[in-house]
């Protein structure tokens, strides 16, 4: 099982930026997509951004893209998120996320259907 160790999280004001870490642990298989969600108090968890290992495909929120980049370390057992011109609305756990892609689909639905291993998660606020 992949163990997912997460730190970056912090407090910052409205136009600041932070930058997530992630790296992942005890993989077996070299087509691994990572992704950071995130969940603010009373709303569902949403989607912020993936990336497939194998390949640096990316994807993101429609709503984040231009503000948030996914990335990762060339051992491609690491992932980053740098979130740049923060607002209050940013204000969330943000959480580390890693499966197996075994198909461009499993990327493409940010790994819905698989079988999906989670970070401790790490608080971000934002004050304005």
């Known amino acids: 099982q992949v163990e997912l160790v997460e730190s970056g999280g912090g407090s910052v004001q409205a136009g600041g930026s932070l930058r997530l870490s992630c790296t992942a642990s005890r993989y077996t298989h070299s087509s691994l997509c990572m992704a950071w969600f995130r969940q603010a108090p009373g709303k569902e968890r949403e989607g912020v951004a993936v990336?497939?290992?194998?390949?640096?495909?990316?994807l993101y929120a429609d709503s984040l893209k231009g503000r948030f980049t996914i990335s990762q370390a060339n051992a491609k057992n690491s992932a980053y998120l740098q979130m740049t011109n923060l607002q209050p609305e940013d204000t969330a756990m943000y959480y580390c996320?890693?499966?197996?892609?075994?198909?461009?689909?499993?990327?493409?639905?940010?790994?819905?259907?698989?079988?999906?291993?989670w970070g401790q998660g790490t608080q971000v606020t934002v004050s304005s």
């Open positions: 990336i497939y290992t194998g390949g640096g495909n990316t």
């Open positions: 996320a890693a499966w197996t892609c075994y198909s461009d689909s499993s990327f493409r639905s940010w790994g819905k259907y698989d079988d999906i291993n």
